[in-house]
């Protein structure tokens, strides 16, 4: 019975390698056994799609760019995934850490490269040091979405500590925040540099 449950184990801890085959954008991938992984941490501009009321939305700028760079890195390519806490989102996509055979990170690459930005989901924050690490770096070197943010531009933001958003002042779920989850700042690159991401109700993005 335990060379049983040790097999087992085993079989569940090995490496799963498996083939891409759809990028549908900068964080959301399909696997060849049909399931659909979003890359967790991160987010990545829109591209062009079509909302809940059929309208089509105009892509962001650097959305086709970002999915156009995890596509030459990842169609027909086999990746491993690593899960953190919660494994599934509500549509019920796969929420993971992408993996390269070289180790490499996709979703810290995404990051790298400017082409998505830190996006704090709790209770998977396993690799948001290294994350935040990486945005900064890219930050600094003004790559991709980071040219058009500018470093002077003054507009107090609202941060909340525990959900590592940031909201215009009056923004109805800040409002509704303790005021001790609540940290001030003077501009929108000093929310980015610190890790947090932008409400997509109240903050409009340059």
């Given amino acids: ?78 990746v491993s995934l690593e899960m953190d806490h919660e494994t599934q989102d509500h549509y019920h996509r796969i929420l993971a850490y992408v993996f390269l055979p070289d180790g490499t990170i996709l979703n810290n690459k995404m990051v790298e490269q400017g082409l998505a930005y830190c996006l704090t989901v709790s209770p998977n924050t396993r690799y948001e040091k290294q994350l935040v690490k990486t945005q900064q770096i890219a930050m600094d070197s003004g790559k991709g979405i980071w040219k058009r943010i500018a470093k ?30 609540r940290i001030v700042f003077n501009q929108i690159w000093d929310c980015f540099y610190n890790g947090y991401a932008p409400c997509k109700r109240c903050v409009v993005m340059p």
Wanted: aromatic share 8%.
């Fill in 1 to 78: 019975m335990l060379l049983v449950l040790l097999l087992i184990s085993t079989i569940l801890n090995a490496e799963e390698w498996i083939e891409v085959t759809h990028v549908y954008d900068g964080d959301t991938i399909q696997l060849m056994d049909g399931r659909h992984v979003r890359l967790i941490g991160i987010n990545a501009p829109e591209i062009r799609h079509e909302d809940r009321k059929g309208n089509y939305q105009k892509a962001e700028p650097f959305g086709e760019d970002a999915k156009q760079y995890l596509t030459n890195k990842l169609i027909h390519q086999k």
């Fill in 152 to 181: 002077n531009s003054c507009q107090t933001y609202i941060g909340n500590k525990k959900s590592k958003r940031f909201h215009t002042p009056d923004c109805t779920f800040n409002k509704h925040s303790p005021l001790k989850n």
